[in-house]
């Protein structure tokens, strides 16, 4: 390849652009973020993924400077950023409900943060003119926030907070109130004005397809903690841990005792009566460890005949069949009871596809489909 | 529209006849062109034109606007502060005691705030005069201005403030320019709340006003004391309309704004739809 990759977190010399170091915030009782590290790069679109009420927010808002952290150090360029007040950072952030203010036209809005720099007018009015074209906002730079769509106040909400050309750009659940087609449009934008203009962005989502979309790195979070930090694809693929590989995407988890049976390979005896699966792994198991193996649906084959030279085949009978267009998941009933999903590119028209309700059907997948994971 | 029962048409008029006779028959009189107040002699507006050449009352009358205008704005200033620290200053020690004392005024006898207001204007040596009605007034009108501020802001989207703070602003910049532009319909109708309280009040004025500096309400008590002129119905009608004004005015102010801000909400969700 040509081109090289974007990975300053697998290069020791690159300085982080934000440091976390073991950070603990507390609201009364309650803690909202346990001894937490971590480090963003310049020029990143890292993205923060966790269920509601795991702390992701208030991550964000203690870069802001809306929240300081009860123990340890947040810096921004290796300056540590705790007692400087939001409006002394080089930091902005677009929240959630956009916030625009209802009084101000869209112009107005854009300039509002570089009138507080007291920058002079013709600066000002070139910056916002570039904002407005960098949004295609121009047409509706005079209107007031409620005279524009949806889409457009989001759009807006971004250009202000782009305006001041911060080192750092916040993103509170930016698409959450856009609908799920303008939605995905608006990624690719988002992604694009990033790689545009340079700046690195944080972005806080529960949608882990948007994290997967958008982000260069995603931090899955749970309960004030992080449980990993790695590429989406390494998150997919790699999760490591069940939270997680439950979390991005759909899983089947087949859990039972690992047993080593060669280099890096082990059989999984995960219910009585049910052949063992076989998988590999690198990281090691004991004999008689609890494993768990996660393997995603669409690396499971379904067949009406017996393959050949599968390393894990079971027979079962198909339960029930969503159908959502592209894509068909079955979930295959087993003779014990369990049920496995297993999914297949709808490449053919409907009428020709052979497998239906109650059809006896043979589910398969090679030792390296899955991930073996101890929790 | 819906008709009305006759129930309904009767509880209505009794309810209104009870509330609206009394000052329909004062301004009526008002016009009255007889001496005599209970007698009615045909249509007159004499009793204004005498009014006008009444030195006292136009003295008191000056007095009362100058209290008023004075009172309320200083009512609105405080009023607005204490809503503001109230509701956006979270959770401080004696956060509730505090958001329950501003609201006491609102049902205390107005007697025993005028009687306080005397001892410890006699106490502190501050003569009786304009200045003692306009601190007076501005203690029982500012929780008023604070009550209607207040839920303004507590409607207030928190995280538009956040966005100023962030986009450079500090914290008084950020209630300049944004908070106190989105609140000013509830600032404005609060001001015209205290104006109009101001301008009627009778009893805590009278424990407040020295020799110095009467107002109209006091001076319209004590002139009745002396019997009932039709001087006074011409200028109690004045101040039925000046006041009805503004209260009409604040109200519908207020609707204008919870109306425009509907609208909006509207607008945007027929646009993002």
Redesign the interface.
Known sequence: MSQTIFAPWDDPNEKPLIRFENVTKKFGEFVAIDDLSLDIYTQEFFALLGPSGCGKTTMMRML???ENPTRGTIELSGQNIVPV???KRA???M???Y?L???LSVRENIA??LK??KMDKERIEARVAEMLKLTRLEKFAQRK?????????QRVALA??LA?APKLLLLDEPLG??DKKLRQDTQFELMDIQESTGTTFVIVTHDQEEAMTVASRVAVMDEGRIIQVATPANIYEYPNSVYVADFIGDVNILEGRAKPVGEDRYEVLWHEGVAPVTATSSAPFSDGQTAHLAIRPEKIAISTDRPDNADNAMEGKVLDIAYLGNLSTYHVGLPGGQVIKAQTANTRRIARRDITWEDPVWISWSATAGVLLAE | MRRLSWFNVTSLTLGFAFLYLPMLILVIYSFNASKLVTVWAGFSTRWYGELIQNEAFLGAAWVTLKVALMSSTLATLLGTMAAYVLVRGGRFLGRTLFSGMIYAPLVMPEVITGLSLLLLFIGIGLDRGVLTIVLAHTTFSMCYVSVVVSSRLVSFDRSLEEAALDLGCSAWDAFRLVTLPIIAPAVIAGWLLAFTLSLDDLVIASFTAGPSATTLPIKIFSAVRLGVSPEINALSTIMIAIVATGVITASLISKRASLRAQKEAQAAERASG
């Open positions: 802001a400077g809306f007040p939001p409006n930091v902005n952030m929240f959630q409900s916030a203010f209802p009084h509002f943060g507080r720099d926030p409620h005279q524009i769509s949806g889409g457009q106040r202000r907070s001041k109130a856009l």
